[in-house]
């Protein structure tokens, strides 16, 4: 006898929805968050760091080469014994996580001699390396550092173009959009070199809950950098009251422990989505001139 059964699509639905998504749909998706087991797989698929499979063998290469800078390699043995400390990936020394971590950093300072490696670098690429294996964190590190909507290599290079020049752009976007909010930081002394570091040099790592921070990194990723904009300023307007009742030492305690403090995750993105900034202030950002990427 004939059978009619038929093997069903094992694929996780939110993937296949992603899949067959266009553009303003897959916003949509990220917007309301990736399954946590899947965040992985849809982080690789938005930043198109499958293209790793065209360049075989290239990331072990540059793990087991002789090439690194020893000073830039003993900078990162020293960091990455420092990094994520509290998160049990990261706390085994010599563990899987601290050598997975010293493994990407070193294959980048070569594979990107020019930049090597700075500080900073290794908080970034220990969260990524909570989703997903080391060699995806590599290109994805590279696609990150070298792609022009994210253009991370900017916060990095000499004179940190990106960083500085987002310190500038988050005060004029806070006086733009949040005028109350800014007269106020501004009459207690605080300006965004103050309190944004963690914001924008840290990419909201170690800045927010956990959780939250992933909620962020979801769009970061799909929308690029100048999305941390939207970011920081709803922050300022999420907790406004709040805000402006606090002097100069309760600001300075309030920014201090932000990432110890339980945001509700589609709360704050529902308000993030509706605070979207578009601004011609954001041009400044995407202006920047870029330091030649070291490969095509």
């Known amino acids: 006898l004939g059978s009619s059964f038929e093997p069903q699509d094992q694929t996780p639905k939110f993937l296949r929805d992603w899949n067959a998504a266009k553009p303003k749909k897959q916003r949509k998706l990220i ?39 020893d000073k830039v390699l003993s900078q990162i043995h020293k960091d990455v014994h420092r990094t994520f400390r509290s998160h049990p990936m990261f706390q085994e020394q010599f563990g899987k996580g601290q050598i997975s971590l010293f493994n990407v950093l070193k294959a980048y300072s070569i594979y990107d001699s020019v930049l090597g490696y700075t500080q900073g670098m290794s908080a970034i690429c220990a969260f990524l390396l909570l989703k997903m294996d080391e060699e995806w964190v590599f290109w994805t590190l590279v696609k990150l ?61 170690q800045a927010l809950d956990y959780d939250l921070t992933l909620r962020i990194w979801d769009v970061f990723l799909l929308e690029g950098f100048c999305f941390l904009f939207s970011v920081g300023i709803s922050l300022l307007k999420y907790f406004k009251d709040e805000v402006l009742s606090l002097n100069f030492e309760g600001l300075f305690r309030f920014f201090q422990t932000l990432e110890t403090r339980k945001i509700d995750c589609d709360s704050f993105m529902k308000f993030v989505k509706a605070n979207i900034i578009q601004s011609p202030i954001l041009t400044k950002i995407r202006q920047i001139a870029e330091s030649p990427a070291p490969h095509s």
């Open 145 to 205: 550092f070298n792609r022009k909507k994210h253009s991370l290599r900017g916060m990095y290079v000499d004179g940190m173009p990106l960083i500085l020049s987002s310190f500038v752009v988050h005060d004029q976007l806070l006086a733009e959009y949040s005028p109350v909010v800014y007269q106020h930081l501004n009459e207690q002394g605080l300006n965004a070199p103050h309190y944004t570091t963690k914001w924008y040099l840290g990419l909201f790592v």
């Open 31 to 69: 917007f309301k968050g990736i399954p946590d087991h899947l965040r992985g797989e849809i982080w690789k698929a938005i930043t198109e760091s499958h293209f790793r499979v065209q360049r075989v063998n290239q990331y072990m290469q540059l793990v087991e080469s002789d090439q690194g800078n």
